[in-house]
C-alpha cells in the first residue's frame, strides 16, 4: 500500500503547471470511438483515469500510440463492439461515456456499471432517459446495462439536472443519430465545449454547448481530426488554494482564468493576494483572511469538486464561514479528517460551518474520495508536522505527478509504500 507523507509548513515558491482537464480526457477518449479513422488527441494527463480507459480502448482494438508530450494517437478504424465488463468499468466513473459513444457509433452498447467516488447515489437515469428518447431500449442483464436501437433518432431532450455526465453521453449518442436533437436545460461546463469542439472537428454539427441549449443535427460520417485536452480547472484551482495557504509568488500557469473565476472571485472577496494574467495567475499567502460563505452550484457556479479543497482555506479565516453542497448529497467526508487535523467546523445536512482561524497540525489521515484527498494535501502543506495520508489512488486518480509539481515549488512530499 502506497501512502503519502507529507512535512507541512514550507513556502511554495515557483511554477507549477497545470495539465490537460481530467473530465474533458475522460469523455474525449471514449468520444474518439465516434470517429471512422484515427485522431490525434494532446495534453492527456497521466492519471490512473486515462490508463484505464486507454486500456479499454486497446480491449476494443484501438492502436494506441504514444507521440510524446503527452499526445496521442488513437486509430479507431478497426473497433469490435464487445461488453464494457465490471472490472474495466469499475475502475471509473467516466466509464459511462462508452455508453453513448458505442451507442452512437453502433447502435448498440453493452457496458457494466461505473465506478467512481462514493460521494452519493450517483444514478444515471437521465443518461438512460436521453438514450431512451433517442429511441433506444434499455434491459438488464446481471451486472450490464444493455442499450440498443434498431434506429437513433433525433429528440428533443430536457434534462431535470443540468447533468455534465448526462449532456456529454447524449450527445455522443446523437451525433450520428437521424435528423435533429435539442438537449435543453445542459450543463454549461467548459468541458462540455471541448468535447463538442471535438465532435464538430471530426465532422459533427453541434451548436449552442456551453449554453443550456445544444443542439445536434446527426450526421453519417465522421473523419480523422486532432484537438487539443483543455487545461484542469479544478487542478488549477486546488493549486491556487494551496497558494492562498502557503504561496510565496506561486504562479499557476496553462491555465483558462475564465474557468475558475468563481473560486478567484472568492478569493478576493476573502482579501486574497492574487494577481490574474492572460493564462496564468500568481498568488502569495495571507496569515488571515475575511470569512465567506460559498454554494456549490453547477457552472459557472461554484465548482463542486473544489468545495472540499477550499473548505481547508476558511482554517485561515476569522469568525464563521460556511459551505453549502447543492450538487452531491455525501461530500463532507473530508470533515472528519480535517477535524483530527484541528478544524473546527460542524455539518447540518448540507451546510458546514467552520469557525476560524484554527492552527492546522499533521494527523494521520484517510482520503475517502478524490478531492476529499486533494483537501488534505492541501491541509497538510499548511500544518505543523508530518501529515500521513492513506488511501492515496484515490488523489493519483486525478492529480497528473501531484508529487513531483509540489516538490518542484519546495514542498516536502513524498509517496511511500509500507
Ligand atoms: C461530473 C464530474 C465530477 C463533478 C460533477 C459535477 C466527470 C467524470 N465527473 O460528474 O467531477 O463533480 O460532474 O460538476 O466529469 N444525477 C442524477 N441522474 C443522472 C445524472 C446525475 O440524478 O442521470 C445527479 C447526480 O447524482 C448529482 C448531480 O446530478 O447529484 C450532478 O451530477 P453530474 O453533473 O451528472 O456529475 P457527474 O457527471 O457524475
Known amino acids: 500500500m502506497n501512502i503519502l507523507k507529507v512535512q507541512g509548513g514550507k513556502e511554495l515558491e515557483g511554477r507549477v503547471k ?18 471512422d479513422e484515427s485522431v490525434n488527441l494532446l495534453n492527456v494527463p497521466d492519471i490512473s483515469d486515462t490508463v484505464a480507459l486507454f486500456d479499454i480502448l486497446s480491449y476494443l482494438g484501438a492502436k494506441i500510440t504514444n507521440l510524446g508530450e503527452e499526445s496521442y494517437k488513437i486509430d479507431v478504424s478497426n473497433i469490435e463492439n464487445k461488453p464494457i465488463t465490471d472490472e474495466m468499468s469499475n475502475k471509473l466513473r467516466a466509464s459511462y461515456y462508452f455508453m453513448g459513444a458505442l451507442l452512437g457509433k453502433y447502435k448498440k452498447a453493452v457496458v457494466s456499471y461505473p465506478g467512481g467516488c462514493s460521494i452519493g447515489s450517483r444514478p444515471i437515469d437521465l443518461h438512460l432517459k436521453g438514450f431512451e428518447s433517442l429511441g433506444a431500449k434499455i434491459e438488464y442483464e446481471e451486472n450490464n446495462i444493455i442499450i440498443s436501437a434498431e434506429e437513433l433518432k433525433g429528440s428533443n431532450i430536457y434534462l431535470d439536472f443540468a447533468s455534465v455526465g448526462a449532456t456529454i453521453n447524449i450527445m455522443l449518442a446523437a451525433v450520428k443519430a437521424d435528423g435533429t ?40 460520417n465522421m473523419h480523422s481530426s486532432v484537438h487539443e485536452v483543455i487545461p484542469d480547472r479544478i487542478e488549477a484551482g486546488t493549486y491556487t488554494i494551496i497558494g492562498a495557504l502557503v504561496g510565496k509568488n506561486l504562479k499557476i500557469y496553462n491555465i483558462i482564468p475564465e474557468h475558475i473565476e468563481a473560486l478567484t472571485s472568492k478569493l478576493k472577496e476573502m482579501g486574497a493576494n492574487i494577481e490574474i494574467g492572460p493564462d496564468y495567475l500568481v498568488i502569495t499567502k495571507k496569515d488571515e483572511y475575511k470569512p465567506v460563505n460559498v454554494k456549490t452550484l453547477v457552472y459557472p457556479g461554484f465548482p463542486t469538486d473544489l468545495q472540499q479543497p477550499f473548505s481547508v482555506l476558511l482554517s485561515r479565516c476569522r469568525g464563521k464561514s460556511t459551505v453549502e453542497e447543492t450538487i452531491f448529497e455525501n461530500r463532507f467526508m473530508h470533515l472528519p479528517e480535517l477535524r483530527k487535523m484541528g478544524m473546527v467546523v460542524s455539518l447540518d445536512e448540507t451546510v458546514a460551518t467552520f469557525i476560524g482561524p484554527n492552527e492546522l497540525n499533521a494527523a494521520i489521515v484517510n482520503a475517502t474520495d478524490l478531492r476529499a484527498g486533494a483537501s488534505l494535501v492541501t491541509a497538510a502543506l499548511a500544518a505543523k508536522g508530518v501529515t500521513t495520508i492513506t488511501n492515496i489512488e484515490h488523489i493519483l486518480r486525478g492529480y497528473e505527478g501531484l508529487v513531483e509539481k509540489l516538490q518542484d515549488v519546495g514542498a516536502k512530499i513524498k509517496i511511500e509504500e509500507i
Do not use: H
Not at 497545470?18 to 470517429?35: D, E, F, M
Not at 454549461?188 to 454539427?205: D, H, Q, T
Open 181 to 220: 436533437t435539442i438537449i435543453d436545460n445542459a450543463a454549461r461546463e467548459p468541458e462540455i465545449v471541448n468535447i463538442a469542439m471535438f465532435l464538430n472537428s471530426m465532422g459533427a454539427k453541434i451548436t449552442g454547448a456551453g449554453t443550456s441549449t445544444i443542439r445536434i443535427k446527426g450526421v453519417k
Open 18 to 35: 497545470i495539465s490537460g482537464a481530467k473530465n474533458s480526457a475522460v469523455a474525449l477518449l471514449p468520444a474518439t470511438l465516434l470517429c
